[in-house]
């Protein structure tokens, strides 16, 4: 059987690698010596080859047949060891080696290099100052990742070779080849702006086009400043883009971009495989790992005496039922009044040593599980740029004294590594701002489902604050904490809006709820299913 087009399909258009002659031969003698018969099967065969490609050190976008027949060789090494390791399977193994609590001011910084067509890490250790050349290089990261999305998109992906389908595929146009086309149409991918004078507009790498939205319909998603978007519309005399249709642009599923860029250490905790992953998540779907659980509170106000007798229960129910979750996730505001004088800074303090005083007469808890602490946008002692950094060590001391090393916490947002699995955890009011920010493409209110809207616009556009400087500020240094890229196993957006689950391109988001306001609710995340339930203290009264 004749694989070139699936070879080429692999390797050149998801991977934008070019095959020398006597590359794409060996090849197919490869997939020929395995007996490989179906499109299937080869191209499982052929993302192995073209990954272990991507991670040698001397590759190059030509691939030779050399290099080809080295990448070649390790892999049967890989396989062969493999299978070897999989019969000594059945040793005990502990989960809190396999956490990991990951802050945003330690991820590494990495930028999308359009030479290279690959990530780099940057040479210099982010600051919190920044400079002036970081604030226009973290706009063009994010560009620049979301237009590779867009590249390797089936459709915008043209035909290996000549024919009727060759014609067909979407093409983006950059502003500076409007100029003098006007009365054609086109389609164009950039930024949502403002002009100084304040008219909504388009900006790419090469320049900006003023838009009129009048005559454009309802779209999918929450459309805000700050949003790469596809626009497609008719370029006028007057040097203005009447668009006719807007869209956020397509996104890429975790398994597609850890295929391509799964040698990079995105987080800083050592990159892994695919496949090590996959194992990992294999085993958390072990029967005996069934009850591996982490467990999310938003707005824990601890001032409240309500909220520390809901956690009791909570926690006598967890003991009673000898179902303890893994991590306990508390979410800010840890308070529902203002900290200004000493007195209320006494009373935020006491606060968090009556939740250790809890937690302690818990010893199965206590000793068994992790507490992270995220902040909210109301707790004091920081500012309203993201990332937030956490709760400073003086008022929390006494709490980290009794739970030890079982207490982290953490910035907003963080993240958590467990046992193959990637969760994003941040903590805003999103639902609030977008919605207050919206441009004049409005969402069809009477269908729309609002949430699904704000889903999607957060993982289309691979970040978790799609929004202008002027609008949510952002240390341009340390934006790649807030980056959604490659997609996470799960994103919790813990807001103050009505709580709810849903799954999108394969990326589980929820929302918890306000632990007060939403019945004394709660979700569990479950690490064999990476998937949470909605839970609460329904029959619990004060």
């Not at 306990?328 to 009556?354: L, W």
């Not at 992790?370 to 929390?396: E, K, M, Q, T, Y």
């Amino acid at each position: 059987m004749d694989f070139r087009l699936v070879i080429l399909k692999v390797f050149t258009r998801k991977h934008q690698l070019s095959l020398q002659a006597d590359a794409m031969t060996l090849l197919q003698q490869i997939l020929t010596d395995h007996e490989i018969t179906n499109t299937e099967d080869a191209i499982q065969s052929l993302e192995i080859l073209a990954k272990e490609y991507l991670l040698q050190d001397d590759c190059s976008t030509i691939v030779t047949k050399p290099l080809l027949q080295r990448v070649y060789e390790t892999v049967v090494e890989k396989s062969t060891a493999a299978v070897t390791d999989g019969s000594q399977s059945s040793e005990i193994w502990d989960p809190d080696h396999h956490l990991y609590f990951i802050d945003a001011f330690e991820m590494p910084r990495w930028h999308y290099s359009l030479e290279r067509k690959a990530f780099e890490k940057a040479i210099q250790k982010p600051n919190i100052a920044g400079s002036a050349e970081s604030k226009a290089m973290f706009l063009r990261d994010r560009y620049n990742i979301i237009k590779q999305i867009i590249l390797r998109n089936e459709n915008f992906s043209p035909p290996a070779f000549a024919g009727k389908d060759r014609a067909n595929y979407l093409k983006l146009t950059s502003t500076k080849n409007l100029l003098g086309r006007a009365g054609g149409r086109f389609l164009l991918f950039g930024m949502l702006t403002r002009s100084p004078e304040g008219r909504l507009c388009l900006e790419d790498l090469d320049g900006i086009v003023p838009l009129n939205i009048s005559n454009t319909g309802p779209s999918e998603g929450l459309f805000t400043e700050g949003c790469f978007v596809l626009v497609e519309g008719d370029y006028n005399d007057d040097g203005v883009l009447d668009v006719i249709a807007i869209g956020h642009p397509p996104s890429e599923r975790r398994a597609t971009a850890r295929s391509i860029y799964g040698h990079i250490d995105f987080l800083g905790k050592g990159a892994t495989t695919v496949l090590q992953d996959d194992n990992w998540i294999l085993q958390a779907q072990r029967p005996e790992n069934a009850n591996i659980t982490i467990l999310f509170i938003s707005d824990v106000r601890l001032d409240d005496e309500r909220t520390l007798k809901g956690l009791r229960t909570l926690f006598e129910q967890a003991v009673d039922a000898d179902v303890i979750p893994k991590i306990f996730v508390f979410c800010g505001n840890f308070t529902g009044t203002p900290v200004g004088n000493d007195i209320e800074m006494d009373n935020y303090k006491d606060s968090f040593t009556a939740l250790g005083d809890l937690v302690a007469e818990f010893p199965s808890i206590r000793t068994s599980s992790h507490f992270l602490f995220v902040p909210g946008p109301g707790d004091p002692w920081s500012s309203d740029v993201l990332p937030r950094r956490p709760i400073p060590p003086a008022f929390i001391n006494r709490l980290q004294a009794k739970l030890s090393k079982r207490a982290i916490f953490a910035t907003n947002p963080c993240r958590v590594k467990f046992m193959g699995q990637e969760i994003v955890i941040y903590r805003h009011d999103l639902m609030g701002k977008m919605m207050r920010n919206l441009v004049g493409v409005k969402p069809d209110l009477e269908s729309a489902d609002l949430k699904r809207y704000l889903v999607q616009t957060i993982l289309d556009q691979v970040h978790l604050s799609p929004l202008a400087l002027t609008i949510q500020a952002t240390s341009w240094e340390f934006d790649h904490a807030l980056r959604l890229y490659p997609m996470p196993t799960a994103v919790v957006l813990a807001d103050s809006y009505e709580p709810y689950e849903l799954t999108y391109e394969g990326c589980h988001v929820f929302n918890p709820g306000s632990f007060l306001t939403n019945n004394y609710g709660f979700s569990t995340f479950y690490m064999a299913t990476s998937r949470s339930m909605p839970g609460g203290l329904q029959s619990f009264r004060i």
